[in-house]
């Protein structure tokens, strides 16, 4: 049978690192307190087969934040044969807190004593048995980074779900007095004192130390951020480097556009299918995949921030900013992930306590624009704004921002509840980003990333071009017939006519939108060919159809994503009338003021 | 062995509110507000009585700020520090010598 094998422990301490090497899977990691937030599960074959489950970080199982009760209503309710408690070895005496509680529910409990390597490279050392004999517990040491002591551990672990266990040992929870949580940490204290040793150099700043000096210093430290923040998005989007190769790829398919066409013309196909695979699939997901080097970029940058700890600290540093609109630094890290993908930025908001603070942040996440409203943003400013197409796409970035900061602003004073006031946050230790984890993770988003291409742009494409080519009596179009996607969109163009689009392909690109950003542009491409989409838009209505689009409701991932999140239905459906009003109020204001002047 | 709950030399330490400390000052922590025994996170992260504790430093607009407590830095606001007590020890006549700087706890 197969035995379930839970794996608990501190966040941060490096849980979802060992349950890669374990399953050979790749979950997200990073290093920041709170990036696992669901659990998940892989499967073990040898030497046993069980099913790992990777929980959520939890600092106590007295805890009430959403994440942590995840985890303890696993322990707890669903019993899982062997529960891997990993200690992050460097910070032992407050993860042993946890041990202490976990040992008291009576589960069978294993200890990984993770980041031993780093604990070593300190020059501390820790007495292993004293540890294992002091908690009577079993205890392996290893490196979850490295591999090292993981194969002892699975062994250890195959041995213990094997032996018979008496579930009546299992004590029901009950809530810590905090009379008890003080004991448990004092015995935490003691057996921290005897089993590790800490080298007399530690007196000396640890380079940690010292980038931490300089990182949140009372002067540089903004400026160093914005410093940081530029970087990043001059590297991504200059034309010397993304912009060059991405032009370079987009001139590629445009080329096999070309190539296919005539090929296929000369062997005989049909016009339809040789526009179904030119006009549709290459132009449509070809126009996306030009984008992919830019996005590799963002994103290896995004996973640098995580992976160093540097992500806490811009949440210590600007929590003074964000209490004046009545949230907590902690919002802010969400809304850096924002750049990258909206969907595990919003989930990444669940760390945050407090439920108002929460669902506020979920609701501003998306106002930061995700690298998928990248190609649209380039598309539409380098055909409208040739010289300044720099300029409105920065300018698009800040807008994003401070619509989210505003947003925040005025539901705080308008919406019933009083902000949180609390902001109790781990900052790891600054580790130098593991290669190896960064290119997964950048191959990660590669293979996402393309593998979005070819799925769900391709069906949205091949869809777009179908409705545009055939009519309701599902006949080719030749002549002028109206598509079917022209009688749909035509029936909504009068809505947009105040922000300057309102013609049936803008409307049709919107709405393909809503499935993925990445189709508004492959949209567009199939619905206005070649030169059509430089006189489609005038400088004005592009611009208002930037703002609209920066801002508009989020993709169905997205909204899905927040519907978890939120866990109410006002606040979802709340928060996508807010998006896609603000959206429209803003278009409207951009045209109809930009029309006083132009 | 219980080091950080034993409180020697006395008439030079003092009962200051967290918030009040300077970066580099240490101490043990003497009592918390009620309201904060019930915030379960701050409590689950060890901010118990007992704990000995060195202030590190503010953030650079003067608030949060981020203190060392059993071997890691935590970052809260002035405002829920200010509903924590603790004993101040002076850098010289504790029993445990830390670093002014990284507020790191050496053991002799």
Same mark, same amino acid.
């Given at each position: 049978?197969?035995?379930?094998?839970?794996?608990?422990?501190?966040?941060?301490?490096?849980?979802?690192?060992?349950?890669?090497?374990?399953?050979?899977?790749?979950?997200?990691?990073?290093?920041?307190?709170?990036?696992?937030?669901?659990?998940?599960?892989?499967?073990?074959?040898?030497?046993?087969?069980?099913?790992?489950?990777?929980?959520?970080?939890?600092?106590?199982?007295?805890?009430?934040?959403?994440?942590?009760?995840?985890?303890?209503?696993?322990?707890?309710?669903?019993?899982?044969?062997?529960?891997?408690?990993?200690?992050?070895?460097?910070?032992?005496?407050?993860?042993?807190?946890?041990?202490?509680?976990?040992?008291?529910?009576?589960?069978?409990?294993?200890?990984?004593?993770?980041?031993?390597?780093?604990?070593?490279?300190?020059?501390?050392?820790?007495?292993?048995?004293?540890?294992?004999?002091?908690?009577?517990?079993?205890?392996?040491?290893?490196?979850?980074?490295?591999?090292?002591?993981?194969?002892?551990?699975?062994?250890?672990?195959?041995?213990?779900?094997?032996?018979?266990?008496?579930?009546?040992?299992?004590?029901?929870?009950?809530?810590?007095?905090?009379?008890?949580?003080?004991?448990?940490?004092?015995?935490?204290?003691?057996?921290?004192?005897?089993?590790?040793?800490?080298?007399?150099?530690?007196?000396?700043?640890?380079?940690?130390?010292?980038?931490?000096?300089?990182?949140?210093?009372?002067?540089?430290?903004?400026?160093?951020?914005?410093?940081?923040?530029?970087?990043?998005?001059?590297?991504?989007?200059?034309?010397?480097?993304?912009?060059?190769?991405?032009?370079?790829?987009?001139?590629?398919?445009?080329?096999?556009?070309?190539?296919?066409?005539?090929?296929?013309?000369?062997?005989?196909?049909?016009?339809?299918?040789?526009?179904?695979?030119?006009?549709?699939?290459?132009?449509?997901?070809?126009?996306?995949?030009?984008?992919?080097?830019?996005?590799?970029?963002?994103?290896?940058?995004?996973?640098?921030?995580?992976?160093?700890?540097?992500?806490?600290?811009?949440?210590?540093?600007?929590?003074?900013?964000?209490?004046?609109?009545?949230?907590?630094?902690?919002?802010?890290?969400?809304?850096?992930?924002?750049?990258?993908?909206?969907?595990?930025?919003?989930?990444?908001?669940?760390?945050?306590?407090?439920?108002?603070?929460?669902?506020?942040?979920?609701?501003?996440?998306?106002?930061?624009?995700?690298?998928?409203?990248?190609?649209?943003?380039?598309?539409?400013?380098?055909?409208?704004?040739?010289?300044?197409?720099?300029?409105?796409?920065?300018?698009?970035?800040?807008?994003?921002?401070?619509?989210?900061?505003?947003?925040?602003?005025?539901?705080?004073?308008?919406?019933?509840?009083?902000?949180?006031?609390?902001?109790?946050?781990?900052?790891?230790?600054?580790?130098?980003?593991?290669?190896?984890?960064?290119?997964?993770?950048?191959?990660?988003?590669?293979?996402?990333?393309?593998?979005?291409?070819?799925?769900?742009?391709?069906?949205?494409?091949?869809?777009?071009?179908?409705?545009?080519?055939?009519?309701?009596?599902?006949?080719?179009?030749?002549?002028?017939?109206?598509?079917?996607?022209?009688?749909?969109?035509?029936?909504?163009?009068?809505?947009?006519?105040?922000?300057?689009?309102?013609?049936?392909?803008?409307?049709?690109?919107?709405?393909?939108?809503?499935?993925?950003?990445?189709?508004?542009?492959?949209?567009?491409?199939?619905?206005?060919?070649?030169?059509?989409?430089?006189?489609?838009?005038?400088?004005?209505?592009?611009?208002?159809?930037?703002?609209?689009?920066?801002?508009?409701?989020?993709?169905?991932?997205?909204?899905?994503?927040?519907?978890?999140?939120?866990?109410?239905?006002?606040?979802?459906?709340?928060?996508?009338?807010?998006?896609?009003?603000?959206?429209?109020?803003?278009?409207?204001?951009?045209?109809?003021?930009?029309?006083?002047?132009? | 062995?219980?080091?950080?709950?034993?409180?020697?030399?006395?008439?030079?330490?003092? /009962? %200051?509110?967290?918030?009040?400390?300077?970066? +580099?000052?240490?101490?043990? *922590?003497?009592?918390?507000?009620?309201? &904060?025994?019930?915030?379960?996170?701050?409590?689950?992260?060890?901010?118990?009585?007992?704990?000995? /504790? %060195?202030?590190?430093?503010?953030?650079?607009? +003067?608030?949060?700020?981020? *203190?060392?407590?059993?071997?890691?830095? &935590?970052?809260?606001?002035?405002?829920?520090?200010?509903?924590?007590?603790?004993?101040?020890?002076?850098?010289?006549?504790?029993?445990?010598?830390?670093?002014?700087?990284?507020?790191? *706890?050496?053991?002799?």
């Amino acid at each position: 049978m197969t035995k379930t094998i839970a794996l608990a422990g501190n966040p941060n301490s490096g849980k979802t690192t060992l349950f890669n090497r374990l399953t050979g899977t790749r979950q997200v990691t990073g290093n920041w307190p709170g990036v696992t937030v669901e659990k998940k599960t892989g499967d073990i074959s040898s030497p046993l087969p069980m099913c790992l489950v990777d929980l959520p970080g939890l600092y106590s199982i007295a805890s009430f934040a959403a994440e942590e009760v995840v985890a303890r209503d696993f322990i707890m309710n669903d019993r899982p044969d062997v529960v891997v408690n990993i200690i992050d070895a460097t910070n032992l005496e407050r993860n042993l807190y946890l041990t202490l509680q976990l040992r008291k529910l009576g589960c069978r409990l294993i200890v990984a004593l993770n980041m031993m390597d780093e604990l070593l490279s300190h020059g501390d050392t820790l007495d292993v048995d004293r540890l294992s004999a002091l908690l009577e517990l079993p205890v392996v040491p290893i490196s979850a980074r490295s591999g090292e002591g993981v194969d002892t551990l699975l062994q250890r672990v195959a041995e213990l779900a094997a032996e018979p266990f008496d579930e009546s040992s299992l004590i029901a929870w009950q809530k810590e007095t905090p009379e008890e949580t003080q004991r448990l940490y004092d015995l935490a204290t003691d057996i921290h004192a005897a089993v590790l040793v800490h080298s007399h150099s530690r007196g000396a700043l640890s380079l940690s130390d010292r980038i931490d000096r300089l990182l949140t210093h009372r002067v540089l430290a903004f400026p160093l951020f914005l410093l940081l923040m530029f970087v990043i998005f001059y590297l991504t989007f200059s034309e010397k480097i993304g912009g060059f190769l991405g032009e370079w790829f987009s001139e590629r398919v445009a080329d096999l556009g070309a190539l296919v066409a005539q090929g296929l013309t000369s062997i005989g196909t049909a016009p339809w299918l040789t526009s179904l695979i030119v006009d549709g699939a290459i132009a449509g997901v070809g126009g996306i995949l030009a984008f992919l080097p830019q996005i590799i970029i963002l994103f290896f940058f995004l996973t640098i921030l995580e992976d160093s700890g540097y992500l806490a600290r811009t949440a210590f540093i600007t929590d003074r900013l964000f209490r004046e609109i009545g949230l907590t630094g902690h919002s802010f890290i969400p809304m850096i992930l924002g750049f990258g993908c909206t969907v595990p930025a919003i989930m990444a908001a669940r760390g945050i306590e407090n439920e108002r603070d929460r669902r506020l942040t979920v609701l501003i996440t998306p106002f930061m624009s995700c690298s998928a409203r990248m190609p649209i943003y380039a598309l539409l400013s380098q055909l409208f704004f040739s010289r300044h197409a720099g300029l409105i796409v920065f300018g698009l970035y800040v807008f994003g921002i401070l619509v989210a900061l505003l947003s925040a602003f005025i539901l705080n004073k308008v919406l019933p509840g009083q902000a949180d006031h609390d902001f109790v946050l781990e900052l790891p230790p600054y580790r130098v980003p593991y290669t190896k984890s960064l290119l997964l993770h950048i191959w990660d988003k590669i293979s996402d990333f393309v593998r979005r291409a070819g799925t769900i742009i391709f069906l949205m494409s091949i869809i777009i071009w179908f409705l545009n080519n055939f009519t309701f009596s599902l006949t080719y179009i030749r002549g002028d017939e109206p598509s079917i996607l022209y009688t749909l969109s035509q029936a909504l163009t009068f809505l947009f006519v105040p922000l300057g689009f309102g013609r049936w392909q803008a409307v049709s690109a919107l709405f393909s939108g809503l499935i993925a950003k990445e189709s508004l542009v492959s949209s567009l491409n199939i619905l206005l060919p070649g030169e059509q989409l430089a006189t489609f838009f005038s400088p004005l209505s592009a611009a208002s159809f930037l703002v609209f689009v920066l801002l508009y409701t989020p993709c169905v991932a997205a909204i899905a994503a927040t519907a978890r999140e939120m866990r109410s239905r006002t606040w979802t459906v709340g928060a996508i009338f807010w998006q896609t009003g603000l959206a429209y109020i803003m278009g409207l204001l951009v045209y109809q003021i930009g029309s006083l002047f132009v | 062995m219980k080091e950080t709950s034993v409180i020697e030399t006395p008439g030079v330490d003092d /009962i %200051v509110r967290l918030d009040e400390m300077r970066p +580099g000052e240490a101490g043990v *922590i003497v009592d918390i507000d009620m309201s &904060l025994k019930r915030n379960s996170r701050l409590v689950a992260m060890g901010v118990v009585p007992g704990t000995w /504790i %060195v202030v590190r430093k503010f953030a650079p607009l +003067g608030d949060p700020m981020e *203190i060392r407590l059993r071997n890691y830095q &935590l970052s809260l606001r002035k405002s829920t520090a200010s509903r924590v007590l603790v004993k101040r020890t002076r850098n010289n006549d504790s029993n445990q010598s830390y670093n002014k700087e990284n507020g790191m *706890i050496g053991r002799p």
